[in-house]
């Protein structure tokens, strides 16, 4: 037995994972109970961790899509969005006034100002920007459209130059390495251990969460554990088979991004962004302290963890970067690229909350968002943990659930094109004219043989289609098992 599990000996609360909700549910819990042992686990390395990879922005509105707003779920998920806006700054102020902010401030920005540029797809860029107005308007946020070359800082290529712009106000950003020591000090300071290591297994007995299992092989019992492994949630919460297909799957949803020294150590005051396009979270640019900024990010599910940017998603990055906000980021440092996997569940929507074992939590599948819902989310838990009700809205993503159906097969399915066909026109492609008209009509019909096979029931989410439909025979014959086990189980 290693000796730092030796020396704990058991623990009353173990969170798995020291990623932002791992270690926002650990500050919540250990502040709650001071006389409790609470442990989170997780190597400093934080392999596949999104959280370092994140930009980080606080978008509640942002982040809205007409999809989203087209569903009930959807837009259920939007009201979580913009409550946790509203604890950002009573949180961050929490965080520095234990003395946490040694490294710098956790705010990088206030607010955000949306491009609507000539890049891209009408059907999703046109449709996502009006979806934000609206939900600015019906939740009466402040916000303002702005003339474009008003827009500061900027300075695109000509042919990306934008069309529109929103200045949404209160919509920031924080510097997620700083938010993560600010985080780990914050936890140590309330009486929280912090052990480097790696959960292997969940060990459980009579219907009850007994401990966890080190990578090492050691056993740490535990009262009740939380697990917030990010994208590796499921597989751990898997190793209690009864679990295995009562809570939906979790994939990598892998995203790229990069910090950049800019070529005079100018910044733009505000975070810079699209709206969310061609499956990823759109293009943004985060100011960070002394004359860096974050680009992000990229974003394609995967069926398997990958742990490094392909050089193809690093071009891409820097030339939507270059081309579509500041032509002077072409001759900028680069200082680091970095590579994340979203939690990404199987249903497209988050797993926060309890399962039908007695004093096992899950947080994960939060995928494009979860850093902006950390304090929500930490602040359920932590209730949840000790007895309480939680926040009520956040029940709805329950994990122990049947997938949720929040589209139908048919909107999956143009969604899943369109998404396609958008991904050529930001990269951009050249193609002759009347051939984007012909791929389209050409994709529609392997997606829907693709989707009937896989299942009757359910569909999976758009972005993880096509990482389906270019995996490997055996996977999607693999994934055709796992839904009809699913649908066994709820059935
Ligand atoms: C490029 C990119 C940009 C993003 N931008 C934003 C943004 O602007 N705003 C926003 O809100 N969200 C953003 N996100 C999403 C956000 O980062 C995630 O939703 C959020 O960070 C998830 O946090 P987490 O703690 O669940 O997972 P993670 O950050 O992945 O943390 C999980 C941790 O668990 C550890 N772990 C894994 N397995 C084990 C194990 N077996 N035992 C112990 N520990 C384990 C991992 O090493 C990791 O440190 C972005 C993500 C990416 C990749």
Same mark, same amino acid.
């Given at each position: 037995m290693s000796e730092t599990v030796d020396a704990i000996g058991s623990a009353d #609360? +173990? %969170?798995? /994972?020291?990623?932002?909700?791992?270690?926002? $549910?650990?500050?919540?819990?250990?502040?709650?109970?001071?006389?409790?042992? #609470? +442990? %989170?686990? /997780?190597?400093?390395?934080?392999?596949?961790? $999104?959280?370092?990879?994140?930009?980080?922005?606080?978008?509640?509105?942002?982040? +809205?899509?007409?999809?989203?707003?087209?569903?009930?779920?959807?837009?259920?998920?939007?009201?979580l969005a913009v409550q946790a806006q509203r604890l950002w700054?009573?949180?961050?102020?929490?965080?520095?006034?234990?003395?946490?902010?040694?490294?710098?401030?956790?705010?990088?920005s206030d607010d955000t100002v949306m491009l609507l540029n000539t890049?891209?797809?009408?059907?999703?860029?046109?449709?996502?920007?009006?979806?934000?107005?609206?939900?600015?308007?019906?939740?009466?946020?402040?916000?303002?459209?702005?003339?474009?070359?008003?827009?500061?800082?900027?300075?695109?290529d000509p042919n990306s130059r934008p069309l529109r712009a929103l200045h949404i106000e209160g919509e920031g950003s924080v510097d997620s390495g700083i938010l993560l020591s600010s985080l780990e000090r914050a936890f140590k300071r309330a009486g929280g251990v912090l052990l480097p290591v790696?959960?292997?297994?969940?060990?459980?007995?009579?219907?009850?969460?007994?401990?966890?299992?080190?990578?090492?092989?050691?056993?740490?019992?535990?009262?009740?554990?939380?697990?917030?492994?990010?994208?590796?949630?499921?597989?751990?919460?898997?190793?209690?088979?009864?679990?295995?297909?009562?809570?939906?799957?979790?994939y990598d949803g892998v995203g790229v991004s990069a910090l950049i020294d800019t070529w005079d150590g100018s910044a733009p005051a505000t975070v810079l962004r699209t709206t969310n396009r061609a499956f990823a979270c759109g293009l943004h640019l985060v100011p960070r302290a002394g004359g860096s900024v974050y680009i992000g990010a990229t974003n394609a599910v995967c069926l398997e963890p990958r742990?490094?940017?392909s050089i193809e998603e690093a071009v891409f990055l820097f030339n939507c970067a270059i081309h579509q906000l500041h032509r002077g980021l072409n001759g900028s440092g680069i200082r680091k690229i970095q590579a994340g996997s979203r939690p990404a569940s199987i249903d497209g929507f988050p797993l926060i909350g309890g399962t039908s074992v007695d004093g096992l939590w899950m947080l994960s599948g939060t995928y494009r968002d979860g850093l902006h819902m950390s304090p929500l989310i930490g602040r359920h838990i932590a209730s949840l943990v000790n007895g309480g009700t939680g926040v009520?809205?956040?029940?709805?993503?329950?994990?122990?659930?049947?997938?949720i159906s929040a589209w139908s097969r048919e909107e999956i399915l143009r969604d899943v094109v369109r998404h396609t066909m958008a991904t050529g026109y930001e990269f951009p492609w050249r193609l002759p004219l009347e051939w984007p008209h012909l791929m389209e009509t050409f994709l529609e019909a392997p997606f829907a043989e693709l989707a009937d096979r896989l299942?009757?029931?359910y569909t999976p989410p758009a972005d993880l289609m096509t990482a389906i439909m270019f995996s490997e025979r055996a996977e999607q014959d693999e994934l055709v098992a796992y839904y009809a086990n699913v649908y066994r189980e709820w059935h």
């Open positions: #609360v +173990v %969170v798995i /994972g020291n990623g932002v909700l791992g270690l926002t $549910a650990g500050v919540e819990i250990a502040r709650s109970r001071p006389e409790a042992r #609470v +442990v %989170v686990l /997780g190597k400093a390395s934080r392999r596949y961790g $999104a959280t370092p990879a994140a930009g980080a922005m606080l978008g509640a509105f942002g982040e +809205v899509t007409a999809h989203l707003l087209a569903s009930e779920h959807g837009r259920k998920k939007h009201a700054p009573e949180w961050i102020e929490s965080l520095e006034a234990t003395g946490s902010a040694e490294d710098g401030r956790i705010r990088t890049v891209g797809h009408a059907a999703l860029d046109d449709a996502n920007f009006a979806a934000v107005r609206t939900a600015l308007k019906e939740a009466n946020a402040p916000h303002e459209e702005i003339a474009v070359e008003s827009v500061d800082w900027i300075d695109p790696d959960a292997a297994e969940l060990r459980a007995g009579n219907g009850r969460i007994e401990g966890v299992v080190t990578e090492a092989g050691d056993f740490l019992p535990a009262g009740q554990v939380v697990v917030a492994a990010g994208a590796r949630s499921h597989a751990l919460v898997s190793t209690l088979p009864s679990l295995a297909h009562r809570v939906p799957r979790v742990g490094a940017a009520g809205e956040l029940a709805e993503f329950h994990p122990e659930r049947e997938p299942s009757d029931t």
